[in-house]
């Protein structure tokens, strides 16, 4: 069953087009992801099928209903927003029941509810508590919370993990993973962050300049990008970009090999000079510069590199990729 169809959706603010023809089909229990650099309408796109923003053109269906004259808080959705927005007088407990009591829903429902989400998120011992007495990433749970508690035909997701530090990221990125897989719910997430795409996503949906530049699992863009856009957003460290004619003559203008592809060899056709060492433990990132291209090749373990030495690297010609002047992908 489809949970979502977009049809040539655009938006527009006064003359800036932010939308354009917007395309995508998302099923039931799909984990998606809106991805792409700031700016290119992402959570824009986001707000649109909320009905927090109207569609300036083209149909938004929830399931078999269209919903562009209905609003926000006849859709069945349920919004998880970058600033938390919990309410600060009220308690964990109250801030997830509060959307309940507002539709007069039974007050054992409410208990039942509350009580389910606050299982499923580890809250418990924080029902009590407001939001001043909680950690960054015990605010996002409760946000969460409160989603989970309407029981809503899709959950929308905005850059939920951004103000949280490193290590609350990935924990909370897990249990947004582990929520999913409890849940089988429709969920759309939006993000800048390739690496949260990458771990958390069923689909993944490339936007650049208000239009979708691919749509697909992560795997598939990761190994079959559509142009030099998509190679060079999903990956870390990036795919690195250099003329296609260092290795061959034809219709493609640059050449992409991703850094995990490159190896140290004497006989390396990249011939190259290193700028910087980044020694992981794990992986070493070796940053260097062929002619007037910085690159990067990711080695696997621990090696001996110095700045300012230099170096060849090798790459196997059947995983490079090739783009032509507009950056199209040359197969």
């Keep these: 069953m489809t949970a979502l169809t977009l049809t040539n959706v655009n938006k527009s603010f006064g003359n800036v087009h932010v939308l354009k023809d917007i395309n995508i089909e998302i099923e039931d229990g799909e984990f998606v992801v809106f991805v792409g650099p700031s700016g290119c309408g992402k959570s ?3 707000r649109v099928i909320a009905g927090l923003e109207d569609a300036s053109s083209g149909e938004i269906c ?9 609003p926000p808080s006849k859709r069945g959705l349920a919004m998880v ?11 964990v407990r109250k801030n997830m029941s509060l959307a309940l009591k507002q539709e007069k829903q039974p007050k054992d429902v409410i208990d039942a509810r509350v009580a389910e989400a606050s299982r ?20 996002q749970r409760v946000a969460i919370g409160r989603a989970i508690v309407r029981q809503p035909r899709l959950f929308l997701f905005d850059e939920p993990l951004s103000n949280l530090d490193a290590a609350l990221r990935m924990n909370t990125r897990i249990e947004i993973a582990e929520l999913h897989s409890q849940l089988g719910a429709t969920m759309i997430y939006v993000t800048h962050d390739q690496t949260e795409a990458m771990t958390l996503a069923d689909k993944i949906v490339v936007l650049r300049d208000g239009r979708v530049e691919q749509v ?3 795997m598939e863009l990761y190994n079959n990008p559509a142009n030099q856009f998509v ?26 090999v991703r850094p995990e592809d490159l190896f140290v060899t004497e006989d390396g056709v990249l011939e190259a000079h290193v700028s910087h060492v980044e020694k992981l433990g794990g992986d070493t990132n070796v940053i260097a510069r062929v002619g007037d291209r910085q690159i990067t090749a990711r080695l696997f373990g621990q090696h001996d590199v ?3 030495q230099p170096i060849r690297f090798g790459f196997d010609p059947d995983n490079a990729y090739y783009f032509d002047k507009d950056g199209a992908r040359v197969l």
């Design 120 to 139: 499923m998120l580890n809250l418990d011992d924080y029902l009590d508590r407001f939001p001043s007495e909680l950690s960054g990433g015990q605010r």
């Design 81 to 91: 927003f970058q600033s938390y927005a919990l309410y600060p007088h009220l308690n």
């Design 44 to 46: 824009t796109l986001l």
């Design 216 to 218: 697909g699992s992560p």
């Design 62 to 70: 929830i399931g078999d209903d269209v919903v562009n004259m209905i």
């Design 306 to 308: 110095a700045d300012g």
């Design 231 to 256: 190679a060079g957003f999903l990956g870390s460290p990036a795919m690195n970009f250099l003329p296609a004619s260092l290795l061959q003559d034809g219709d493609a203008r640059t050449m992409g």
